[in-house]
C-alpha cells in the first residue's frame, strides 16, 4: 500500500510559476513509476506527466512540454512537478498517482496507475 499526499497548489497569475509535491509513504517509494495528472471542472482526469522509478525516463504531454518539469527524490520519498508559464488553461486538481514497476517503461494511461492521492487545486488567472 502507498499513501501520496499532494501540496503545492494555489491560485497564480497566467505566466507565473508553481511547485507542487507529492509525499509517498508506505511501501518502497523507488518501486514506483509515479505520474501526474489533472482534471479540470467537467472534463475528464488527463495525463501530465510520467516519470521512472529512478528517474531515467520521463514522459510528457505535448500540452505542457517546455514548460512542466517532472522530477523526484527516492531519498525523500517525494515526486515534484516544476510548473512554469502556467496558462489559465492549466487550471484543474492536480493528482499524483503511482505504480509497481522497476523498469523504464512509464504509462499515460490512468488505468495503469494503482494508487492515487486527494489532489491539489490550481487555479490560474488571467
Known amino acids: 500500500q502507498v499513501q501520496l499526499v499532494e501540496s503545492g497548489g494555489g491560485l497564480v497569475q497566467a505566466g507565473g510559476s508553481l511547485r507542487l509535491s507529492c509525499a509517498a509513504s508506505?511501501?518502497?517509494?523507488?518501486?514506483?513509476?509515479m505520474g501526474w495528472f489533472r482534471q479540470a471542472l467537467g472534463k475528464e482526469r488527463e495525463f501530465v506527466q510520467a516519470?521512472?522509478?529512478?528517474?531515467?525516463?520521463?514522459y510528457y504531454a505535448d500540452s505542457v512540454k517546455g514548460r512542466f518539469t517532472i522530477s523526484r527524490d527516492n531519498a525523500k520519498n517525494t515526486l515534484y512537478l516544476q510548473m512554469n508559464s502556467l496558462k489559465p488553461e492549466d487550471t484543474a486538481v492536480y493528482y499524483c498517482?503511482?505504480?509497481?514497476?522497476?523498469?523504464?517503461?512509464?504509462?499515460?494511461?490512468?488505468?495503469?496507475?494503482?494508487?492515487w492521492g486527494q489532489g491539489t487545486q490550481v487555479t490560474v488567472s488571467s
Open positions: 508506505g511501501r518502497t517509494f523507488s518501486s514506483y513509476a
Open positions: 516519470i521512472s522509478w529512478n528517474g531515467g525516463t520521463t
Open positions: 498517482a503511482a505504480y509497481q514497476s522497476t523498469g523504464q517503461q512509464i504509462s499515460d494511461d490512468k488505468r495503469k496507475y494503482t494508487y
